[in-house]
């Protein structure tokens, strides 16, 4: 196989345009019966938003995303049942077949895989359907996520391993993992194009990482995990399209669960670093790339504690609401949590290449970026108590 920018360029075009087109029409769908079906999230006094908007723009991410895989291994099912002549293929289209035929193998006996992780994702979503239609306790959301969690966990032997051999520990941080992920993007989701973009920020750049950054144990980029994360990028852009300011609807916490839960997901079965390398520290790649929400969902559950509330009680005290107080536009407010985004997860693209002097140096990046932004919000807050 030949592996090129052209041909990873048709390898990314066919996983985010199909995605794309199907979750921009689905979410249409969607935002046209939201009313009808009972997904309308009314105004009040924690939110930004002051007119009723549909919700359910989930749903729309979930049918890009799944639709997309289902019609990818129906095609990748019949080339690999094809035989091509030479020469009867254009070179662009004949490297893709014979990728195609390459990794079909792989890529149906790995499916069963990929449809349990579709399946649970789709509980999640349902999950979230659920509350925001009629409302769930925290305590009900928490319980089912951490369920299906150790479910994957346990069940696929899916566990984060951080070069320690306590197999309870590692289950335990990955439960965690998965469940932090989970919340962290529905904690996020609080302004118009906010929690989905930074997680098509994400997931793209940790699709890019495993593109570039070989497998240690085939030295080849990882086709399925970034693959499944281009799929995912492209569903979350159709829904972006109608949830951009001023949104037409909300993701709910349908979107945010399916998206938080893949991303999880997929962080644990990458390989981001193997034990026989110097490159140890490339296993840091995903705390660089979801450093923001990761940053949001501590500092918001921190601000609560401090102040005697249950840190499961919504509010505005998330990054977005505390740089609008800021005098941040709610634009500006997204557009400097994407460059955030951005500017974290791009450190993550060099941690294969350098060794650990300068992976410490990226790290600090990372570090100052995030404290830039509470610095700032310390000296407004101290500003406006002393006038």
């Known amino acids: 196989m030949t592996w090129n920018p052209l041909v990873a360029f048709s390898l990314i075009a066919a996983a985010v345009i199909p995605s794309f087109l199907l979750s921009l029409i689905a979410t249409a769908v969607v935002r046209a019966n939201a009313r009808k079906w009972g997904l309308v999230d009314e105004p009040n006094d924690r939110k930004v938003h002051v007119t009723p908007t549909p919700l359910g723009g989930g749903i729309g991410i979930w049918v890009g995303l799944v639709g997309t895989l289902a019609l990818a291994q129906l095609a990748v099912w019949l080339i690999s049942r094809i035989e091509f002549g030479e020469g009867s293929l254009p070179p662009m289209l004949a490297s893709l077949v014979e990728m195609a035929q390459t990794h079909a193998g792989g890529f149906l006996h790995q499916s069963i895989k990929l449809w349990a992780l579709l399946a649970g994702a789709s509980i999640l979503m349902i999950i979230g359907l659920i509350d925001d239609r009629v409302g769930l306790s925290w305590k009900i959301r928490l319980a089912m996520q951490a369920t299906i969690a150790a479910f ?27 469940v932090a992920m989970i919340n962290s993007f529905n904690m996020l989701d609080n302004m118009d194009g906010l929690s989905a973009g930074v997680a098509t920020i994400a997931a793209s750049i940790m699709a890019a990482v495993l593109l570039m950054a070989p497998d240690p144990s085939t030295a080849g980029p990882q086709l399925f995990t970034a693959g499944f994360l281009l799929v995912l990028t492209g569903a979350m852009l159709g829904f972006l399209w109608h949830n951009r300011p001023p949104a037409k609807i909300f993701m709910g916490d349908a979107g945010s669960y399916l998206i938080g839960f893949c991303i999880a997901i997929m962080t644990i079965v990458a390989t981001f670093a193997g034990y026989d390398e110097g490159a140890r520290h490339a296993v840091l790649a995903p705390l660089c790339i ?72 990226v790290l600090m990046m990372v570090f100052c970026v995030l404290a830039l932004i509470g610095v700032i919000e310390s000296t407004a807050r101290r500003s406006r108590k002393d006038s």
């Open 152 to 178: 994957f966990v346990i069940g696929f032997d899916w566990k984060l391993s951080f070069y320690v051999d306590i197999v309870w520990l590692q289950y335990l941080v990955s439960i965690l993992w998965i």
């Open 290 to 361: 979801l450093a923001v929400p990761l940053f949001d969902l501590i500092t918001v559950i921190g601000i609560r504690l401090r102040e005697g509330r249950s840190p499961f009680q919504p509010d505005k005290s998330h990054v977005s609401h505390r740089l609008v107080e800021l005098g941040f536009t709610k634009t500006q407010a997204v557009l400097t949590i994407y460059l955030m985004t951005a500017t974290c997860g791009l450190g993550a693209v060099l941690l294969h290449r350098v060794d650990w002097i300068g992976a410490i140096v």
